[in-house]
T-cell receptor, first 112, second 117 residues
Framework: GNSVTQMEGPVTLSEEAFLTINCTYTATGYPSLFWYVQYPGEGLQLLLKATKADDKGSNKGFEATYRKETTSFHLEKGSVQVSDSAVYFCALSAPGNTPLVFGKGTRLSVIA | DTAVSQTPKYLVTQMGNDKSIKCEQNLGHDTMYWYKQDSKKFLKIMFSYNNKELIINETVPNRFSPKSPDKAHLNLHINSLELGDSAVYFC????????????????FGNGTRLTVT
């Protein structure tokens, strides 16, 4: 079946540190891949997406590249801020009549 | 303007009671959803409606009954509440059906925190 595995948190970083949150997937066909972010007390919101292999999604300084050969979609940011503290969810949308599949989420805490 | 709004934000109730959560979206989307998020932040889809028609009905106790009076509204009624129902419930919407997220990502409400005592 379709699944998403992302690194367990929590991840705690100092401001301006480099961030990587790993995400790998298993899917039939060629899925679209997403990162959603959930700030405290809010719903999830789309951070970035990539719909085909080698695409790079980017937004707010975050990037992720769709790597078909390693079935990965790792989230990176060069310099995190306190305001980036949130829970990050990797997700995939596979071909066929199946809904979006979410990973278990990774909590990021950035300290000043 | 809030795109997906759900009420109430907090709901505290006793076991055995019946409660409802309401959701409205003003995005003109065709598809709406209910998700349940547990204390470990794990997100699970419960239901999805497309143009008022139920298209996803995951393994959810039949104490949970969604209702979509029109495509802008999706309510969730829960009978005989149990302790294990305590969670945050999110409403979401998308333009296209659940399997076309590449072109129509989800828009979430801010959640309803349900506490059953």
């Amino acid at each position: 079946g379709n699944s998403v595995t992302q690194m367990e948190g929590p991840v705690t970083l100092s401001e301006e540190a480099f961030l990587t949150i790993n995400c790998t997937y298993t899917a039939t066909g060629y899925p679209s891949l997403f990162w959603y972010v959930q700030y405290p007390g809010e719903g999830l919101q789309l951070l970035l997406k990539a719909t085909k292999a080698d695409d790079k999604g980017s937004n707010k300084g975050f990037e992720a590249t769709y790597r078909k050969e390693t079935t990965s979609f790792h989230l990176e940011k060069g310099s995190v801020q306190v305001s980036d503290s949130a829970v990050y969810f990797c997700a995939l949308s596979a071909p066929g009549n199946t809904p979006l599949v979410f990973g278990k989420g990774t909590r990021l805490s950035v300290i000043a | 303007d809030t795109a997906v709004s759900q009420t109430p934000k907090y709901l505290v109730t006793q076991m055995g009671n019946d409660k409802s959560i309401k959701c409205e979206q003003n995005l003109g989307h065709d598809t709406m959803y209910w998700y349940k998020q547990d204390s470990k932040k794990f997100l699970k889809i419960m239901f999805s409606y497309n143009n008022k028609e139920l298209i996803i009905n995951e393994t959810v106790p039949n104490r949970f009954s969604p209702k979509s009076p029109d495509k802008a509204h999706l309510n969730l009624h829960i009978n005989s509440l149990e302790l294990g129902d305590s969670a945050v419930y999110f409403c979401a919407s998308s333009q296209g059906p659940p399997w076309q997220q590449g072109n129509s990502p989800l828009h979430f409400g801010n959640g309803t925190r349900l506490t059953v005592t």
